[in-house]
């Protein structure tokens, strides 16, 4: 830890009149930063703010938050705290993530600190970057998370990056730091903790300092990307003006230009919530872009819908009531509400948002449509059929969801399936015979 001790010394301009706040969820990673930091408190005499979130998700997070406060009250430290009451429909992870920094965001400005500093350590950066790389990213999102990030009025710092989940550990052993250990680090139906318990330990038996190589991955990436970027705001304001991007302009840019300005725009639109946004919704944009058709629509998540009109493609937020639709289902389908259906070739995924199918057993092709009166569905492991409705109460599905939640099934009307909800008799075992894989996300 001793490059944690000389980062934050040498390289972080701490003056004693500065405030930091630290996001500290508890566990051993964050417990190590604020014992850390409490140390160099105690030498400098900055302020230290401890940002915690109780995510409500545990029967321990209220003890947790009960003996975080108490440390923080014996070591002269403001502690912070927000308790989450309900979750929406979205990815769990991903709402957390935006929750914890609006929180975090909000006690910077009303400390006016000069830092915000998050235990984000090297297996994470890691664990990041291959998820990345998987689902589909940008160059800037390939590499991960940089230690030092540059807000207008302070500065994201992350001192742990260098270091592994090992290291921490041993450094808590020998300093007496007690922490908390939050159980569902062990649920790998979480995709992060499927890399974490199985290709981590992988890479690190190849390579005992493999978060180092990835540390430098990450920062030839930003570099390549900040480089891109500069390129692309030089031109950004030519093509892209009032909502409205000029389609001829565009097309006579290099396409990693191209690629850039488009995340720029959707970067405009959807600010911390641009992971909810993949390479199928970019390619799907630049399909549109490229389209034949001189007027055509393509949905976004969270309402956000483009659409191309001659020489104009124009980003904009659909207000509009849907009625019906139906759409056949054959490589990949971009649904109303802004999520995508895919048929795909392999995947390790047993969840609700994936499904299995033999193609003998149904009758070709698929189709796609949201939901009618009376829809039901032989749910898998279920004696006869529930309608569909009762499912979407009971899943707790919110009422305007329902409307444009996707309904699969065959030619012959045959609900095969409720993408993120539930499969019906037809699911396939990975072990059993199928020939068709659909993903929904």
């Given at each position: 830890?001793?490059?944690?001790?000389?980062?934050?010394?040498?390289?972080?301009?701490i003056?004693?009149s500065?405030?930091i706040v630290v996001?500290?969820?508890?566990?051993?990673d964050s417990?190590?930063?604020?014992?850390?930091?409490n140390?160099?408190k105690?030498?400098?005499?900055?302020?230290?703010?401890?940002?915690h979130v109780?995510?409500?998700?545990?029967?321990?997070?209220?003890?947790e938050?009960?003996?975080?406060?108490?440390?923080?009250?014996?070591?002269?430290?403001?502690f912070?705290?927000?308790?989450?009451?309900s979750?929406?429909?979205?990815?769990?992870?991903?709402?957390?993530?935006?929750v914890?920094?609006?929180?975090?965001?909000e006690l910077?400005?009303?400390y006016?600190?000069?830092?915000?500093?998050t235990?984000?350590?090297?297996?994470?950066l890691?664990?990041?970057?291959l998820?990345?790389?998987?689902?589909?990213?940008?160059?800037?999102?390939?590499?991960?998370?940089?230690r030092?990030?540059?807000?207008?009025?302070?500065?994201?710092?992350?001192p742990?990056?260098?270091?592994?989940?090992?290291?921490?550990?041993?450094?808590?052993?020998?300093?007496?730091?007690?922490?908390?250990?939050?159980s569902?680090?062990n649920e790998?139906?979480?995709?992060?903790?499927?890399?974490?318990?199985?290709?981590?330990?992988?890479?690190k038996?190849?390579?005992?300092?493999?978060?180092k190589?990835?540390?430098?991955?990450?920062?030839?990436?930003l570099?390549?990307?900040?480089?891109i970027d500069?390129e692309?705001?030089?031109?950004?304001?030519k093509?892209?003006?009032n909502?409205?991007?000029?389609i001829d302009?565009?097309?006579?840019?290099?396409?990693?230009?191209?690629t850039?300005?488009?995340y720029?725009?959707?970067?405009?639109?959807y600010g911390?919530?641009l992971l909810?946004?993949?390479?199928?919704h970019?390619?799907?944009?630049?399909?549109?872009?490229?389209?034949?058709k001189?007027?055509?629509?393509?949905?976004?998540?969270?309402?956000?819908?483009?659409?191309?009109?001659?020489?104009?493609?124009?980003?904009s937020?659909?207000?509009?009531?849907?009625g019906?639709?139906?759409?056949?289902i054959?490589?990949i389908v971009?649904?109303p509400?802004?999520?995508?259906?895919?048929?795909?070739?392999?995947?390790?995924?047993g969840s609700n948002?994936?499904?299995?199918?033999?193609?003998?057993e149904i009758?070709?092709?698929?189709?796609?449509?949201?939901?009618?009166d009376g829809d039901?569905?032989?749910?898998k492991?279920?004696?006869?059929?529930?309608?569909?409705?009762d499912i979407f109460?009971?899943?707790?599905?919110?009422?305007?969801?329902?409307k444009?939640?996707?309904?699969?099934?065959?030619?012959?009307?045959?609900?095969?399936?409720?993408?993120?909800?539930?499969?019906?008799?037809?699911?396939?075992?990975?072990?059993e015979?199928y020939?068709?894989?659909?993903?929904?996300?």
């Open positions: 830890m001793e490059e944690v001790y000389n980062f934050i010394g040498q390289e972080i301009d003056k004693p500065d405030t996001g500290v969820s508890g566990g051993p417990m190590a930063l604020l014992y850390i930091l140390e160099f105690n030498k400098i005499g900055f302020k230290i703010v401890c940002a109780n995510h409500n998700k545990r029967v321990e997070s209220e003890q938050k009960k003996d975080l406060e108490k440390y923080c009250k014996e070591n002269n430290i403001i912070e705290y927000i308790k989450i009451e979750w929406g429909d979205d990815n769990f992870h991903n709402e957390a993530r935006s914890r920094y609006n929180f975090f965001e910077v400005e009303n006016n600190a000069k830092y915000l500093m235990a984000h350590q090297g297996d994470d890691i664990e990041t970057i998820m990345r790389i998987v689902r589909g990213s940008t160059l800037k999102g390939y590499s991960g998370f940089s030092i990030v540059d807000k207008d009025t302070y500065k994201i710092v992350r742990l990056i260098t270091v592994t989940k090992d290291e921490i550990n041993e450094f808590n052993k020998k300093n007496n730091i007690k922490y908390a250990i939050d569902s680090n790998d139906h979480y995709t992060r903790n499927r890399y974490r318990h199985v290709v981590l330990p992988f890479l038996k190849e390579e005992k300092n493999v978060h190589k990835f540390l430098k991955f990450s920062e030839t990436l570099e390549n990307s900040n480089y500069l692309a705001r030089k031109v950004f304001n093509v892209f003006l909502g409205s991007l000029d302009k565009f097309k006579q840019l290099e396409k990693v230009i191209q850039k300005i488009i720029n725009i959707l970067e405009k639109i911390d919530d909810i946004v993949g390479d199928a970019v390619e799907l944009i630049f399909d549109l872009i490229n389209s034949s001189s007027n055509s629509i393509v949905h976004l998540p969270n309402n956000v819908i483009v659409i191309k009109a001659y020489n104009e493609l124009v980003f937020f659909d207000e509009e009531e849907y019906s639709y139906e759409i056949e054959n490589k971009n649904l509400n802004g999520k995508i259906i895919e048929r795909i070739e392999d995947i390790n995924d948002y994936v499904i299995r199918l033999n193609s003998k009758t070709m092709p698929l189709y796609v449509r949201n939901r009618k039901k569905m032989e749910v492991g279920m004696t006869g059929s529930k309608k569909v409705s109460i009971n899943e707790k599905v919110k009422t305007n969801d329902r444009l939640w996707p309904i699969v099934l065959d030619s012959k009307d045959n609900i095969v399936w409720i993408p993120g909800i539930k499969k019906s008799k037809f699911d396939k075992k990975q072990t015979e020939d068709i894989i659909l993903r929904y996300y």
